[in-house]
């Protein structure tokens, strides 16, 4: 099993979840950092499991790890941002026992939202995926949904299309074994990037509502 960490300016963030992931004996085989920062990350001793990028942004981030995914021997991967961490053992256990091919995992915490099941609440932080998601509808939209914000969102909609899945639920007591970072919430861009991008978030949601085709070829 791979799991697939993207970071970006905060460091203790990272260390907090690799920290939680080794001390709960996680049965991960691979895991892989993509800093979208040139800094080195110098408190990591295997720098070989490190790729660093120059502000490229999350959803090129999560493209290159959908590709190595592929081309890798892994049947599953899950994509970590590095404000989740885990607080319990066997995390990887109760998404795996599920056949849905792609889960993500919810937070009702996080902006003081109702779990629906609908797509357009879907949050990024923290997913299980398999090949198969990726070979029916593809990357994530990197010309359209921009830098930063709702590529998730339209990411799992287009699964849900895809999939005839008009419920896109995280796994029951998923909160007992994942947490994200939630008081003193640090966002890892400046807030005058940050309220960028979120006023073009009503462009980007008018996108995915209107898009016609799944499949979304590699892109960085």
Known sequence: MLLAIFTYNRPEYLTKLLYSLNYHNSKITEVRIFNDSLDKLDFIKNQSNIEYSNRVGIHVQKNKAL???Y????EIMFMAEDDVYF??????DIYIENPRP???YYNKLWGNKKETGDPF????????????VIDRIG???VKNMGFRGIGHLDYALRYSREFKESNFYDIKDSNSYIKMILDDYKHSLPREEVLKHRRNQA???KIARE??????????
């Open 87 to 92: 607080i319990s053992k066997g995390w990887e």
């Open 139 to 141: 990357y994530y939209d």
């Open 71 to 74: 081309d890798s021997d892994h």
């Open 102 to 104: 792609y889960i993500c």
């Open 211 to 220: 898009r016609t085709l799944n499949y979304i070829s590699f892109s960085v």
């Open 121 to 132: 609440q879907s949050q990024g932080a923290f997913c299980k995926i398999t090949k198969e």
């Open 67 to 69: 590709k190595y995914f």
């Open 203 to 205: 462009k980007k949601i």
